[in-house]
């Protein structure tokens, strides 16, 4: 089964400290990973996806095949930063996520 | 707009009834989920549907059964609620792109 483990269930940073979420994946293949953020009474949503390769609210992620890692990171995290993290493998239509990293930025 | 509904925000049930969790979405996608968020444990899923009438267990099944007669909709059934199932759930549906979430049911069974 393809797994992803985030190591990680809380994670505390001061506002415009760099911020970095852990994610370990453990399958072969070329993955195709995804971060999904939950807000405060917001409904569970994608951040980004490995594919697009793109940034999105200041946050990108490398697929580190070596590592078998895809870490979400942020040179300067905001307050609105606050919210519950989620990394999921490629939705081979059993969409399993890891457990979850709590950030909170504080001022 | 991808819409995923679930048919309530908040229950509160008895030990031992029989309740039902409704999931309904309208863009006509194949793979729906449900899981429980609970503090700490993350986001857990308990079963899933590829197709109409097709159903597969999660990693917490136990408890739990489903039923997905129609592709828009999928239902997450608790045969005799225990108060170990109070919970948050949520309900997907998913392209291979993206899943979609429902605002959430918070489940209290007293």
């Known amino acids: 089964a393809q797994r992803v483990t985030q190591p990680e269930k809380l994670l505390s940073v001061f506002k415009g400290a760099p911020v970095e979420l852990k994610c370990n994946y453990s399958?072969?293949?070329?993955?195709?990973l995804f971060w999904y953020v939950q807000y405060s009474r917001q409904r569970l949503q994608l951040l980004l996806r490995?594919?697009s390769r793109e940034s999105i609210k200041g946050f990108t992620a490398d697929l580190n095949k070596g590592e078998t890692s895809f870490h979400l990171k942020k040179p300067f995290a905001q307050e609105e930063d606050s919210a519950m993290y989620y990394c999921a493998p490629p939705n081979d239509y059993k969409l399993s996520f890891g457990a979850g990293t709590t950030v909170t930025v504080r001022a | 707009d991808v819409k995923v509904t679930q048919s309530s925000r908040y229950l509160v049930k008895r030990t031992g009834e029989k309740v039902f969790l409704e999931c309904v979405q309208d863009?006509?996608?194949?793979?729906m989920f449900w899981y429980r968020q609970d503090p700490g444990l993350g986001l857990r899923l308990i079963y899933f549907?590829?197709?109409?009438?097709?159903?597969e267990k999660g990693d917490i099944p136990e408890g739990y059964s489903v039923s997905r007669e129609k592709k828009e909709r999928f239902s997450l059934i608790l045969e005799s609620a225990s108060t170990n199932q109070t919970s948050m759930y949520l309900c997907?549906?998913?392209?291979?792109?993206?899943?979609?979430f429902g605002q959430g049911t918070r489940l209290t069974v007293v």
């Open positions: 399958y072969s293949g070329s993955p195709e």
């Open positions: 997907a549906s998913s392209l291979p792109t993206e899943a979609f």
């Open positions: 863009m006509d996608h194949e793979n």
């Open positions: 490995h594919i």
């Open positions: 549907s590829y197709d109409v009438k097709m159903k």
